[in-house]
């Protein structure tokens, strides 16, 4: 699936019964206030509002100190926004902010490590890759020592809480680099079977799928009735297009883990994936999915969704509200974008694939930096309830307040998606790269605000259609994780290859079994399998 390296990326939502966040968290203990001290835990609201960090400040660093801070951003960032004016006034800390495009970060990063020269503070996607190799290296502070001393209980009650985050922050030397984004919720969802509901309930068709062929005769019916159209649109790539019809039916387009076995199996090497296959050159021989799925452009696909000439795709939730302001007054009348739930298979519907917990992007200290206390300090505030609603949502009294039913309200024009005009564009809260924690109430005051995702979230909560949590290995071992790759890569591209030739009808299904499965085998799955579930139990101790 597509994640939240779209940003993006990704995002996506949560029960709308969820509560108020931070709940969880409240019964941290406060630490005596000390420049090598952990932060406080207490909530901004039991502050004074004048000064809402008139004792944090002392806690997190003593003395103004300006640290240098790099992350990936595709737009610039001074220092002078709301996040950083933040991050200042709770903390004492000055950010002076080193960013670059997502298209230069990873050649940047290299650069940067090459040299051994790192800014005292780093924000990576992907990063426990780089905590891994560099960490045990001496590239990053080793944050082990502060945990076990206390000095980053907040950091540690929350991975705790989640329990494969304990295991999957942990670098192969046995030690931590890095403080990862974690998702302090019971889940929030990813992609979903997403439609134009509007032109469902104008024409008496069903949004509730009860199996592949209900899904079928629907999109035949639209065809008659929109000639023109292809009532199944897919942008993203041709693996978008078949990885999650090949989820749906509890399968993949390469390794992954099965959850009733707790181990790796090969995806298309299944009657599950053969299926996904045959019907999806089923659709495409009748004009029923946009036969440029592999080469479709965002705004070819927006076009088809504008002119009534798309009406069942793949997309996040939050796209029902965020295509109207795309389209502007292309929107057509009544349009309303929306879930739908996807079709069972054997009779098992599948949950949608959620996240919660650990996800590996994680800040790391530069182990020359000479605030290294401080730093520690700030990531740990950053895992506080303080710090979460800090960096979600600014400096209590003066860029939001809590209304008497505990939501937010903003006192400054900030552009979100529920304010999509606000004069303050970029104001770095809630930002993905920056925030160490997102909860329940950023869930609720950022997503689950607009008619769509309020009813897509609604509908998918009412029809139990979310999944659990999944967390895959991690290798320990360099030359073992390449050649995992090598041999994945290799397979990947055959497989897709042979699964588009299946679809558009150049290739037989009947040759799956016969060819493309004993390719794969030549091209070395079975040590593939063997180096992915090694991996997989030695991540998680099994």
């Known amino acids: 699936m597509k994640r939240l390296l779209i940003f993006f990326v990704a995002v996506i939502v949560l029960i709308v019964t969820g509560c108020n966040s931070n709940s969880n968290n409240n019964n941290n203990n406060n630490k005596s206030s000390n420049a090598a001290e952990p932060a406080t835990t207490t909530n901004a609201s039991n502050e004074t509002q004048a000064e809402p960090a008139a004792t944090g400040a002392e806690k997190i660093s003593a003395k103004p100190i300006q640290v240098n801070w790099f992350f990936t951003a595709d737009t610039p960032y001074t220092g002078d926004e709301e996040v950083f004016k933040t991050i200042e006034k709770y903390t004492n800390i000055k950010i002076k902010p080193i960013n670059v495009s997502r298209a230069d970060a990873t050649e940047k990063i290299n650069t940067m490590l090459a040299s051994g020269e790192l800014p005292d503070l780093m ?14 290296q001496g590239a990053f502070l080793n944050l082990t ?20 985050a304990m295991d999957l922050a942990r670098s192969p030397d046995s030690n931590y680099y890095g403080a990862p984004r974690m998702y302090d919720v019971p889940y929030r969802a990813d992609e979903v079977l997403i439609g134009r509901t509007d032109i469902f309930a104008k024409n008496n068709l069903s949004t509730k799928f009860e199996t592949f062929d209900d899904l079928y005769n629907t999109l035949v019916k639209l065809k008659k009735l929109y000639p023109d159209s292809y009532p199944y649109f897919v942008r993203w790539g041709t693996n978008h297009l078949i990885e999650n019809q090949a989820y749906y039916r509890g399968s993949d387009t390469s390794f992954y883990l099965d959850q009733a076995t707790q181990k790796y199996v090969f995806g298309p090497d299944s009657q599950a994936y053969k299926d996904t296959l045959i019907f999806l050159n089923k659709l495409y021989a009748e004009g029923l999915v946009n036969p440029n799925f592999a080469t479709i452009t965002d705004e070819e696909w927006n076009e088809l969704l504008a002119t009534n000439k798309g009406f069942v795709t793949i997309d996040y939730p939050q ?27 054997n009779d098992t519907r599948v949950g949608t694939i959620v996240l919660s917990g650990y996800y590996g992007a994680l800040k790391m200290i530069s182990n020359k930096s000479k ?50 005009k606000g004069s303050i564009k970029n104001s770095g809260l809630n930002n993905q790269d920056l925030f160490t924690v997102v909860n329940q ?16 979230v609604a509908f998918l909560t009412e029809n139990n259609a979310f999944g659990k949590a ?27 290859e042979a699964s588009v030739n299946v679809i558009i009808g150049k290739q037989s299904i009947d040759t799956w079994d016969t060819k493309v499965i004993p390719q794969v085998k030549k091209l070395g799955s079975e040590r593939a399998l063997e180096l992915i579930n090694k991996a997989y139990d030695e991540t998680f101790k099994k």
């Open 123 to 136: 924000s990576l996607q992907g990063g426990q890759k780089y905590a891994d190799k560099y960490g045990p």
């Open 145 to 164: 020592p502060y945990m076990e001393s206390g000095k980053l209980d907040n950091m540690k009650a929350m991975l705790e809480k989640y329990t494969p």
């Open 319 to 345: 796209a029902g509200d965020e295509i109207i302001q795309t389209m502007g007054d292309k929107t057509p009348e009544g349009f309303e974008f929306t879930a739908m739930l996807q079709p069972k298979y």
């Open 371 to 420: 605030y290294k206390d401080e730093l520690v300090n700030l990531l740990n505030w950053m895992y506080s309830p303080e710090g979460i609603d800090a960096m979600q949502f600014g400096i209590e009294g003066e860029s939001y307040d809590k209304n008497a039913d505990g939501t937010i309200k903003f006192l400054k024009d900030f552009q979100t998606p529920a304010t999509p």
């Open 441 to 456: 109430q950023a869930i609720n005051t950022y997503e689950l605000n607009g008619a769509a995702m309020k009813k897509s």
């Open 470 to 496: 999944t967390f895959n290995a991690k290798f320990t071992d360099d030359k073992e994780q390449k050649e995992y790759g090598d041999i994945k890569t290799a397979i990947d591209t055959y497989v897709e």
